[in-house]
């Protein structure tokens, strides 16, 4: 069975620092895509990168950046020198040969001025 | 904005009423996909249309149903509601069927059942 999971529930910083959200996920297949989305308080959700299991290329966009592993079946997610209009809800999510997004319950991000 | 169009963008309603929430995808975009997000299930998906065919189904209760019309917007339908199906939900819309395709996502309609 598919599944994501993101441990940590919340995650709280001071601007300017750096951050790592955790994704792990589980399929059987051997073409997948992994995606991260963002949810900022007002609740739309923000589409910020798509990566496929053939590309193990990590991927840098400004000060966000991706580290996928297929190792140890990750797909981490770092954001240098937090800001303030970084704290949302990021998703993970994960989609195999069924169209279908399967989510991670979320990281809440908190970054405080 | 991502061109993904929903409304009402607020809806409270009683036990037992039934509602349609409606979505436009963006242009050019064949493919809609409904998701529920729930404090208790997180994001759930429900259903997928592509092209005015349903192509998958989720976790969509019975009471729940959907369609995609040849206009390419689409509705859900949800009846005989329970407290429990106050949540969020969601349409994206996609250029095609593909998983490879990312899926930008309306605004949503909050849904209280009262």
């Known amino acids: 069975a598919q599944k994501v999971t993101q441990a940590q529930t919340e995650i709280s910083v001071v601007e300017k620092e750096d951050v790592t959200l955790d994704c792990v996920y589980e399929?059987?297949?051997?073409?997948?895509?992994l995606f991260w989305y963002k949810q900022p308080p007002s609740g739309e959700l923000v589409f910020l990168i798509r990566?496929?299991?053939?590309?193990?290329q990590n991927e840098i966009s400004g000060r966000y950046s991706w580290n996928f592993q297929k190792s140890t079946s990750s797909f981490n997610f770092t954001i240098t020198a937090s800001q303030v209009v970084d704290s949302a809800v990021y998703f993970c999510?994960?989609?195999?040969?069924?169209?279908?997004?399967?989510f991670g319950t979320g990281t809440r991000l908190q970054v405080f001025p | 904005d991502s061109g993904v169009t929903q409304t009402p963008k607020h809806l409270i309603t009683a036990t037992g009423q039934r509602v349609t929430l409606r979505c436009s995808p963006r242009?050019?975009?064949?493919?809609v996909y409904w998701y529920q997000q729930s404090l208790d299930q997180g994001l759930q998906f429900l259903i997928h249309?592509?092209?005015?065919?349903?192509?998958a189904k989720g976790n969509i209760l019975e009471r729940f149903s959907a369609q995609q019309f040849p206009d390419l917007h689409s509705e859900l339908n949800l009846s005989s509601l329970e407290l429990g199906d106050s949540a969020l939900y969601f349409c994206?819309?996609?250029?095609?069927?593909?998983?490879?395709?990312?899926?930008?996502f309306g605004p949503g309609t909050r849904l209280t059942v009262l």
């Open positions: 990566r496929n299991s053939f590309d193990e």
């Open positions: 399929t059987r297949d051997t073409t997948y895509y």
């Open positions: 999510a994960l989609s195999d040969n069924t169209d279908k997004l399967i």
């Open positions: 242009s050019g975009d064949l493919s």
């Open positions: 994206a819309s996609s250029v095609r069927v593909s998983p490879n395709n990312e899926q930008f």
């Open positions: 249309y592509y092209n005015g065919e349903e192509r």
